[in-house]
């Protein structure tokens, strides 16, 4: 039987400001250069809706790909399928949605109907898991640090 080992809902959310400030510049620059001068405004419709589309495609296309968005990759984190398994772009978009558009109702109903569970709402549906992962290094190299 294997272990796995469930991600702490802080080092998650830790993970999501690291992915929210890094689109949150990309995005800006997108809509910078596309002249929307409305997506200044964080209170903007508009602003949520192309902000919110790119989230969702980065989510979908880095968890889809490897299981790991930026965030997750600096803290040794992994979006997987129960068994721990590697997940497609079909289940990433699924996984993502509830993140990229409905963050809150998506947590508050995980941590009501689902308590101890570790799971926001769309993680249930979507029958993925966020894991800690280890980072090894490769068996066939070994690091020496020199003396300071």
């Not at 066939?140 to 020199?146: C, M, T």
Request: glycine content about 8%; hydrophobic content about 45%.
């Amino acid at each position: 039987m294997d272990t796995i080992h469930l991600a702490k809902w802080e080092n998650r959310f830790w993970a999501w400001v690291i992915d929210i400030l890094l689109m949150g510049a990309f995005s800006n620059i997108v809509t910078n250069s596309l002249g929307f001068p409305w997506d200044f405004d964080p209170l903007s419709t508009k602003s949520f809706g192309v902000s919110g589309i790119l989230i969702f495609a980065y989510w979908t296309l880095f968890e889809g790909y490897n299981g790991q968005s930026v965030g997750k990759m600096a803290l040794n984190l992994k979006v997987t399928d129960r068994k721990g398994e590697k997940i497609d772009f079909g289940v990433a978009a699924l996984e993502s949605f509830g993140k990229a558009f409905i963050l809150p109702l998506d947590c508050l109903i995980g941590w009501l109907a689902m308590p101890n569970s570790k799971l926001r709402l769309f993680n249930r549906i979507s029958n993925t898991i966020v894991i800690r992962t280890k980072y090894e290094e490769p068996e066939d190299v070994r690091y020496v640090k020199e003396k300071e």
